[in-house]
């Protein structure tokens, strides 16, 4: 291990939406740093152009975006289901985004809006919470019960909307479900206005590698429609993909 390169880019992973500029101390109390080696963190990302510096506050430059881009370019998962997702999304006229799990994370790696923009949480590269969102449902039913309950152990649940369901209970039960019918529907828990289905992507093995889903605004698609509507388009390119994978 270098920790020199771990603690480099845990100073990148400071950073998010709710603190965009940080000071030295800051990022040194978030990365758990001294002041001064904080600072020399800082001041190298700084000389390699991956941050900027006003005065003492600190924070990322777009050359930051050549890290996700990197995978994004050389990642095989999001060449192959891509194709399909603008098939997928224009077929049914919907948004349509592939993701997978980081920890107790939904990573969007792949998204096709077919001219609507439902989402903004719906673009290569952002994080939503797992927990609630369809594709991160899908995911997470395919895991381990005993991994499962050790995310729900050690996370903090908050409400999004008035829809998000936090209860560690109703949680397990809605994976549960998710898993013996094997789709989730996940109705404005993120996102007011947004309903999401989902379906696991798997390969030539059997192995869950992904989940695609397709999303609506709730005031074109009533909740009770969503499964008919789309979920067959979804199970066809499943399928497909199964032999791609």
Do not use: W
């Not at 006229?93 to 790696?109: F, K, N, T, Y």
């Not at 001219?115 to 949480?121: D, E, F, N, P």
């Not at 952002?126 to 997470?140: E, I, Q």
């Not at 696991?200 to 509507?229: C, K, Q, W, Y």
């Amino acid at each position: 291990m270098i920790s020199g390169l771990e603690k480099g880019l845990q100073v990148i992973e400071a950073f998010d939406q709710e603190r965009s500029k940080l000071t030295i101390s800051e990022v040194a109390q978030r990365v758990g740093l001294t002041r001064a080696a904080a600072r020399r963190y800082l001041i190298t990302l700084a000389h390699l152009g991956y941050m900027r510096h006003e005065q003492k506050v600190f924070s990322l430059t777009p050359k930051v975006l050549r890290l996700g881009q990197s995978y994004l370019h050389s990642a095989r998962l999001p060449r192959i289901v891509q194709p399909l997702l603008y098939k997928l999304a224009y077929a049914l006229e919907e948004a349509a985004s592939a993701g997978v799990l980081d920890h107790d994370e939904l990573v969007c790696v792949a998204a096709v809006s077919a001219g609507r923009l439902v989402s903004a949480t719906l673009q290569p590269g952002t994080r939503v919470p797992a927990f609630y969102t369809a594709n991160g449902r899908v995911l997470l039913a395919n895991l381990p019960q005993h991994q499962i309950n050790a995310m729900l152990d050690r996370l903090h649940f908050e409400p999004v909307t008035v829809h998000t369901i936090v209860n560690k209970e109703r949680l397990l039960l809605e994976i549960a479900r998710t898993g013996a019918q094997g789709y989730a529907v996940v109705d404005q828990e993120l996102e007011l206005g947004l309903r999401t289905i989902a379906v696991p992507l798997r390969n030539f093995r059997g192995e869950t590698v992904a989940a695609v889903n397709v999303s609506v605004h709730a005031a074109r698609m009533p909740i009770v429609d969503i499964v008919e509507r789309c979920l067959p388009a979804l199970l066809k390119v499943q399928i497909e993909l199964a032999a791609l994978l």
